[in-house]
């Protein structure tokens, strides 16, 4: 099969569907209600980013119903690893979808279905390297995060299945998502994400206590992430084939220099943002374990339970992100501002009704994971100075896909780098070294208070010279 029948059929004849997408998801980005729109895209992603939280959470869970501390540790170790898989299908994904959708809105599906393919081969490589590389030097790398003689072989096990058997089906299938995104195909994308989620909480019990014997439980948990994600994969990829888009096909045609190097700009961005939001939960961890075990176990618990109003926030910013690339492109800027005003109300509501919920039962929620008195107490009163920060969270989520979706990588690369390593992560050390451990915990509100001014400044002045003056917010 040769280059031209990969990238448009026969002696240049275009598929039936070159326009990228099906009838009803042009009508998504362009005659949809824009409240209907937003929710066709972001409910799916919603759902998807909470199951995706929860079988995060299961297998510590399942793990710590062994009652062995070094299991536990040694699960806890390869979060990292992990989370760079996640940063690596970011840098494929967002930058790629974002661009894809951008394209769609210029009218340009050929080089939409260039960068497609680049940004697959983009996932595969990068994803194929890591797990290498991860096999080769496992004893370092092991060493260098902190695993001891106890801990070893449980981390090492647990990061082979996962990280070298399993981290290419995983950087590929949340890449795929990302793109399925991009043509309006949301719920597809949704259910792909949310399944491999499901069939990874099922199987966990599964694998650890019934398949293998006693003392491989963490190998059980690693080889069920590591098939609940092949899974997902053969999803995504049987759905490409039924879907049959014009956009979503393979070409051995590369894209042009200036849309590689948009796929970098915006993906860049993503994967550095991804890392330094894992770096600023170290550091916390890092300084709460100087006070006591007490604190360090109830601040672990809150970290986890914060996640719930932001992964929902994170949701509805991906499910925008594809309406706004789209009309962005298509200088459909009333469309365009209708999408982001419509998400912003949405978010902002989501992260007030959080904090309402978590301020009623905090208490009730810290013992879902613990009922240790002293930790449900302390737990609950960080918890709720945490959740205070919900819509700032948001807020600043929400303005760096927005420079994503407009192509604007510097833009975002400036407001992830600067929250993160400008206010966040020093804000951490000064409050802790002025307050103490409810330094620590107060720390992302008053970070982010910072962030979102910086954020709001930067939109406007950006909008100011890119749309015209009566389209500007």
Same mark, same amino acid.
């Given at each position: 099969?040769?280059?031209?029948?990969?990238?448009?059929?026969?002696?240049?004849?275009?598929?039936?569907?070159?326009?990228?997408?099906?009838?009803?998801?042009?009508?998504?980005?362009?005659?949809?209600?824009?409240?209907?729109?937003?929710?066709?895209?972001?409910?799916?992603?919603?759902?998807?980013?909470?199951?995706?939280?929860?079988?995060?959470?299961?297998?510590?869970?399942?793990?710590?119903?062994?009652?062995?501390?070094?299991?536990?540790?040694?699960?806890?170790?390869?979060?990292?690893?992990?989370?760079?898989?996640?940063?690596?299908?970011?840098?494929?994904?967002?930058?790629?979808?974002?661009?894809?959708?951008?394209?769609?809105?210029?009218?340009?599906?050929?080089?939409?279905?260039?960068?497609?393919?680049?940004?697959?081969?983009?996932?595969?490589?990068?994803?194929?390297?890591? #797990?290498?590389?991860?096999?080769v030097f496992m004893r370092p790398l092991m060493n260098l995060l902190g695993a001891g003689a106890d801990t070893? /072989?449980?981390?090492?096990?647990?990061?082979?299945?996962?990280?070298?058997?399993?981290?290419?089906?995983?950087?590929?299938?949340?890449?795929?998502?990302?793109?399925?995104?991009?043509?309006?195909?949301?719920?597809?994308?949704?259910?792909?994400?949310?399944?491999?989620?499901?069939?990874?909480?099922?199987?966990?019990?599964?694998?650890?206590?019934?398949?293998?014997?006693?003392?491989?439980?963490?190998?059980?948990?690693?080889?069920?992430?590591?098939?609940?994600?092949?899974?997902?994969?053969?999803?995504?990829?049987?759905?490409?084939?039924?879907?049959?888009?014009?956009?979503?096909?393979?070409?051995?045609?590369?894209?042009?220099?200036?849309?590689?190097?948009?796929?970098?700009?915006?993906?860049?961005? #993503?994967?550095?943002?991804?890392?330094?939001?894992?770096?600023?939960?170290?550091?916390? /961890?890092?300084?709460?374990?100087?006070?006591?075990?007490?604190?360090?176990?109830?601040?672990?618990?809150?970290?986890?339970?914060?996640?719930?109003?932001?992964?929902?926030?994170?949701?509805?910013?991906?499910?925008?992100?594809?309406?706004?690339?789209?009309?962005?492109?298509?200088?459909?800027?009333?469309?365009?501002?209708?999408?982001?005003?419509?998400?912003?109300?949405?978010?902002?509501?989501?992260?007030?009704?959080?904090?309402?919920?978590?301020?009623?039962?905090?208490?009730?929620?810290? #013992?879902?994971?613990?009922?240790?008195? /002293?930790?449900?107490?302390?737990?609950?009163?960080?918890?709720?100075?945490?959740?205070?920060?919900?819509?700032?969270?948001?807020? #600043?989520?929400?303005?760096?896909?927005?420079?994503?979706?407009?192509?604007?990588?510097?833009?975002?690369?400036?407001?992830?780098?600067?929250?993160?390593?400008?206010?966040?992560?020093?804000?951490?050390?000064?409050?802790?070294?002025?307050?103490?451990m409810y330094g620590i915990v107060w720390s992302q509100v008053s970070a982010d208070v910072l962030t979102v001014?910086?954020?709001?400044?930067?939109?406007?002045?950006?909008?100011?010279?890119?749309?015209?003056?009566?389209?500007?917010?």
């Amino acid at each position: 099969m040769n280059g031209a029948m990969l990238d448009g059929g026969v002696n240049g004849r275009k598929p039936a569907e070159d326009d990228g997408m099906k009838r009803n998801n042009t009508d998504i980005f362009e005659n949809m209600p824009v409240s209907k729109a937003v929710m066709t895209m972001a409910v799916p992603t919603i759902i998807s980013q909470l199951i995706v939280l929860i079988y995060n959470i299961s297998d510590t869970f399942f793990i710590g119903r062994t009652n062995n501390p070094y299991m536990v540790a040694g699960a806890s170790l390869i979060l990292p690893i992990f989370n760079i898989t996640l940063s690596l299908s970011g840098l494929a994904g967002v930058g790629g979808g974002a661009l894809i959708s951008r394209l769609l809105g210029e009218k340009r599906p050929d080089e939409a279905r260039r960068v497609y393919s680049f940004s697959v081969y983009l996932c595969l490589g990068l994803s194929a390297i890591f #797990s290498l590389v991860t096999l080769v030097f496992m004893r370092p790398l092991m060493n260098l995060l902190g695993a001891g003689a106890d801990t070893y /072989d449980y981390a090492s096990g647990y990061a082979f299945f996962v990280i070298v058997c399993g981290g290419v089906p995983t950087v590929l299938s949340n890449t795929l998502a990302t793109l399925i995104r991009s043509i309006g195909e949301s719920r597809r994308a949704g259910f792909g994400i949310t399944m491999g989620g499901l069939i990874n909480i099922a199987l966990d019990p599964l694998f650890m206590f019934v398949l293998l014997p006693d003392g491989m439980e963490i190998i059980g948990a690693g080889m069920a992430t590591c098939l609940s994600n092949c899974i997902a994969c053969a999803y995504f990829i049987i759905s490409l084939i039924r879907l049959n888009s014009g956009v979503l096909h393979l070409s051995l045609k590369l894209p042009s220099g200036k849309s590689i190097m948009g796929i970098f700009g915006v993906g860049l961005p #993503s994967s550095v943002a991804t890392l330094l939001f894992d770096l600023d939960y170290v550091v916390i /961890d890092r300084l709460m374990s100087g006070y006591n075990d007490i604190a360090l176990a109830a601040v672990g618990i809150v970290l986890k339970a914060e996640r719930l109003p932001l992964n929902v926030g994170i949701g509805i910013c991906q499910g925008m992100m594809p309406i706004i690339a789209y009309n962005y492109s298509a200088k459909n800027y009333k469309r365009m501002n209708g999408a982001k005003n419509y998400s912003l109300r949405l978010g902002l509501i989501c992260a007030a009704a959080s904090i309402a919920f978590y301020e009623i039962f905090a208490g009730q929620i810290i #013992s879902v994971f613990i009922n240790d008195a /002293d930790t449900v107490a302390l737990g609950t009163s960080f918890l709720r100075v945490r959740v205070l920060a919900a819509p700032l969270m948001f807020l #600043s989520f929400f303005h760096v896909y927005l420079f994503n979706g407009f192509g604007k990588g510097g833009y975002a690369m400036f407001l992830g780098v600067t929250r993160w390593a400008v206010f966040n992560i020093p804000m951490l050390f000064f409050l802790n070294s002025l307050a103490g451990m409810y330094g620590i915990v107060w720390s992302q509100v008053s970070a982010d208070v910072l962030t979102v001014a910086l954020s709001l400044l930067t939109y406007r002045h950006y909008s100011k010279k890119a749309f015209p003056a009566r389209q500007n917010i």
